[in-house]
């Protein structure tokens, strides 16, 4: 197990909103191939486009899951645009110069949080509509 910085311990024993997004609008999850951590990123964006709430479930390891838990709090607030992400975790990296920290554990948040930008709730939800789909039952009737 690798040493990771105080404040990322922090995360990981304590996170920042750990769970479910009440009433998400973006949401994306994501797996380290030859890994065992894996990331789930839940986002509500406003009418306006900030990020509202940021919630976060993760299985892994203590890096992936306290990057993930810190990069929920402060964007918070901020426009939900893929810049505001890349600069965000662009500070981070910038934090952990010099640490020895896995970076495909860095990524994986990074790349969870742009995907669910990316990734709006009720696009998603169209493949649920009713209705006949490529010929067969939709996956509503299916359930």
């Known amino acids: 197990m690798q040493e990771i910085p105080q404040f990322l311990q922090d995360h990981f024993e304590d996170p920042y909103l750990f769970g479910q997004c009440e009433g998400c ?29 940021a919630w976060f479930e993760a299985e892994g390891c203590s890096v992936c899951e306290g990057v993930a838990s810190w990069a929920c709090e402060p964007l918070e607030g901020l426009p939900g645009r893929l810049e505001t992400v890349e600069s965000t975790f662009a500070g981070l990296k910038s934090k952990l110069r010099g640490e020895q920290v896995t970076a495909s554990c860095m990524d994986l948040p990074r790349l969870v949080f742009l995907k669910a930008l990316a990734s709006h709730v009720a696009e998603l ?19």
């Open 25 to 53: 609008t973006h949401e994306a999850e994501l797996k380290i191939e030859n890994g065992n951590c894996q990331l789930r990123v839940e986002l509500m964006i406003g009418d306006g486009g900030a990020i509202q709430e």
């Open 125 to 143: 939800d169209d493949d649920l509509a009713d209705g006949t789909q490529f010929g067969g039952p939709s996956l509503r009737e299916e359930c």
